[in-house]
């Protein structure tokens, strides 16, 4: 008996010291975790790009055993901004200056007690006081951003005679995923839905009703070197539809947006994917639709160099025309490599047909920084089709808001220039007029050979090469576009 009793006092202090051990061990982890957390915060906020116009900072950290508090600083610089109104009196206006502070709380782990529950992971980041705002740092050190939107419905009475309105939300949803130093980034946005109807008895002609199905957004980058993230990126819309007066009157169906980017052996490629499966607008059916764009061969180091100077300009107000010439300087280097612009595919089914069309353009790999040396250095070649009524249709609309945009900006000129195809020859009085001009600028197009007729299409083609440009098999003459 007496043995037992001390095998039993021996067990019962094993498992007394493993337990102290063990809530030790939960302790120090909280504790060690926080400075884990804090260390994460400081180079998710310290890669974040500082400009004299925008600049985080993390302060005021004080670190606790199972919490810490903190605040995040945001200092924005306004610059002056000059506005010129509508009688062109000039009026500066001063800079502006602001310092915003956002207290924080930080939970640490490995595991929070929250209002929802208990998680696992290695903080959660919220504001002071708490709300649904909030940020979650998991195990891989992983800082996960999350937001949703609930479902609602609304339905009322405008007055007692001009009609019901009714608007369902479905709701959205967004993720946003960061590593500790912003090299990986990946996310999403979802819009669950959005229908809507409005009527009125007295004039069945406005009832208006919509329905837009979910659209998503999502994105996956890493961090090639600073201010380049390459990877994928996607845009969704599968349906958005409008009625008028019980008639559709537009229709989206099918829409996807895809880019992509990389660098393999420093050699920045980058790829774009549009399709569209139907579009109904003014009565029509178009689609579907495929376009397929890519830029290969660019230089990632001056792609980076332009990105890095364009923000710059940007935060400080710059002019758009300085940011044009700032990248027009870099231009050459950054096809230095032997740039490649193709457009592979690109076709789209209309009511009068298809447009189809494809080109490849290439520059030799060049040391020099020349524009105007490295564009005579292009060769390439490509082809476009499409339905003879829907060019005149596209020249016609052209022609008639020129010359409205002309009629609106000299009122008192009523002179008739020379025809062109890239000016109104006069200011129409009717559609026929329109219609006229249009006709003879496509004649002369083909009697010049810059356009050929091909049973109901137009078709162009041309091709670059030692200096030259063929257009349908002949040089080409500036002459054809007077």
Known sequence: ????????????????????????????????????????????????????????????YHCGWFSSQAVISVKMHIPS??????????????????????????KHGPFIVTNDGIRFGMGLITTQP??????????????????????????????????????????????LSVSSNLDHIDGNFQLLGLNGAASNPANAGSNLSFKIGEIAYDFKLKRYQDWLWLGQSRFDIPTIAINLAGNQVFELTGFNFLASSDVHNEILDVDLKLSLEKLFANNQNYGPGVLHLSLRNLDPVIMA???????????????????????????????????????????????????????????????????????????????????????KTLLAASLKNESSDNTQSNPENTSEPSASPTQVLANPNNDNDVDKKADKILQDLVSKGFLKIEGNDYVFTFK??????MVNGQVFNPDMLK
């Open 305 to 391: 160099k332009i990105n890095q100077q364009e923000f710059s300009m940007m935060q400080n107000n710059s002019d758009p025309n300085v940011i044009v010439l700032a990248f027009a300087n870099e231009l050459p280097q950054l096809l230095a490599k032997g740039a490649v612009l193709e457009l592979s595919e690109m076709t789209l089914n209309l009511p009068d047909g298809k447009i189809v069309g494809n080109f490849k353009v290439a520059l030799p790999k060049n040391d020099n920084n020349d524009l105007s040396q490295v564009m005579q250095k292009l060769q390439g070649e490509g082809s476009f089709k499409a339905p003879m009524v829907t060019v």
């Open 464 to 469: 670059l090469e030692n200096q030259k440009i």
């Open 81 to 106: 901004q000059t506005i010129t109104d509508k009688n062109n009196v000039t009026k500066t206006e001063p800079p502006v200056d602001l310092d915003i502070d956002i207290p924080i709380l930080i």
């Open 1 to 60: 008996m007496k043995g037992n009793l001390i095998i039993r006092i021996l067990i019962m202090k094993k498992w007394t010291g493993f337990f102290v051990f063990l809530v030790a061990l939960i302790l120090v982890a909280f504790y060690a975790i926080g400075f884990t957390i804090k260390s994460t915060l400081n180079k998710n906020i310290n890669s974040i790009p500082k400009t004299s116009a925008f600049n985080v900072r993390l302060h005021k």
């Open 130 to 175: 708490e709300t649904h705002y909030e940020a979650f740092i998991n195990y891989l050190n992983r800082t996960i951003f999350r937001y949703r939107l609930p479902s609602l419905a609304i339905e009322g009475k405008i007055g007692q005679n001009e009609g019901d309105f009714q608007l369902a939300w479905q709701g959205l949803t967004s993720l």
